[in-house]
């Protein structure tokens, strides 16, 4: 009968870990190797304001997701505060998330916005970053977006 229960208790372990596994790679814009942002810097978007490969000798991770940074002052700074500094709706494209969608963004395409940094899907056919600021109404987006994101998060859409 112990060996049943701890068997029982074993695979229940293991199924809440594959939950919270699927969970995070439902809310978050990782790769399989849980690198964020396509190893760009969150601390460049939002202290610099400019888009910038991290290097991998300089890499944290934070919630079982790796981000890379271009310097040791950068990493000691999201180690410092790491909720500052994560992108805005998982790092999936903000216009989508506006939409009810997520799709992969351009890492260069971004806005820094009320200390919140928001990227964007970039191709031959869509420029989301402009479709946002053609909008001219920042909050109401980023209140539609906050809404659908709500949802959005615990799917893969």
């Known amino acids: 009968m112990k060996n049943i229960i701890k068997t029982m ?4 372990t293991f199924i809440t870990a594959i939950t919270v596994e699927a969970q995070d790679k439902k809310a978050n814009n990782i790769d399989n190797s ?7 810097s969150p601390v460049s978007y939002l202290d610099l304001g400019i888009a910038q490969k991290g290097l ?3 890499k944290s991770e934070h919630n079982k997701i790796v981000y890379y940074f271009t310097s040791e002052d950068q990493k000691k700074a999201f180690d410092s505060n790491p909720n500052k500094y994560l992108p805005q709706y998982g790092g999936y494209c903000a216009f989508g998330v506006y939409a009810g969608a997520k799709f992969r963004p351009d890492p260069n395409k971004f806005i820094v916005e009320n200390g919140k ?4 899907l970039y ?3 869509l420029d989301a970053q402009q479709l946002w600021l053609a909008e001219n109404n920042h909050k109401k987006l980023v209140a539609t977006a906050n809404k ?3 949802k959005l998060k615990s799917t893969y859409n």
């Not at 940094?117 to 964007?120: I, R």
Request: aromatic fraction near 24%.
């Open 34 to 40: 849980n690198i964020a942002l396509q190893g760009y």
């Open 117 to 120: 940094y928001f990227l964007f």
């Open 9 to 12: 208790l074993l695979v229940m």
């Open 148 to 150: 659908n994101w709500s």
């Open 56 to 58: 991998k000798q300089y």
């Open 123 to 125: 191709n031959i056919e």
